[in-house]
């Protein structure tokens, strides 16, 4: 798991990102301690070959707000392969079964990009998202729909140069130090 989160009346979310081939449930609801997909089978069963608007392609993260609403991140970049085209999405859902979608177009979700975490302002009617692949964040406004990217290539939402070592042995992908860019985020 990657993201959990609580409802008021303690409906458990989780998610699974699709970092490998054997992810079965990208999003789930924790019942009698296994997990169920949610909000069905049909969501959580993305193929390459499948519409990825009507799919969890790779979910990140799942929060809940202040108004008891289940938010899920889908960056759409499974096993960090680059953002699968009509995948990057934010979808709200209110639990009663009423569901709206926030959908990221390639200016927003870069192909490099991987939306990592999101929070959400109700006051404000606005979402606040990192990018962890390309840097930066994505700031949405849930009344129009309307998304922007902000210090994209900032040195504040950069990963800092520095070597990492595990057990001895440099940290690499492919031959190269992985750089986690803008990671979480959080809300006064």
Not at 165 to 175: D, K, L, N, S, V
Request: glycine share 10%.
């Amino acid at each position: 798991w990657t993201g959990v989160a609580v409802t008021k009346t303690g409906r458990l979310f989780v998610n699974y990102p699709r970092w490998s081939d054997d992810v079965p449930i990208s999003v789930a609801e924790i019942k009698d301690g296994k997990p169920v997909p949610f909000p069905d089978k049909t969501w959580n069963a993305w193929t390459p070959d499948k519409d990825p608007s009507k799919h969890h392609v790779c979910v990140q993260s799942v929060t809940v707000d202040d108004q008891d609403r289940l938010w899920v991140l889908d960056p759409a970049n499974p096993k960090f392969g680059g953002v699968v085209p009509g995948g990057a999405k934010l979808a709200r859902h209110d639990l009663d079964g009423s569901v709206a979608f926030y959908r990221f177009g390639d200016s927003i979700a870069l192909p490099g990009s991987y939306l990592n975490d999101v929070r959400v302002d109700t006051a404000a009617q606005t979402a606040y998202i990192t990018d962890s692949g390309a840097g930066g964040l994505v700031v949405l406004d849930l009344k129009t729909g309307v998304s922007r990217r902000v210090l994209t290539e900032h040195p504040s939402t950069r990963a800092e140069e520095i070597n990492i070592t595990i057990e001895g042995m440099p940290w690499q992908r492919a031959g190269k130090t992985p750089q986690v860019h803008a990671d979480g985020i959080g809300l006064s």
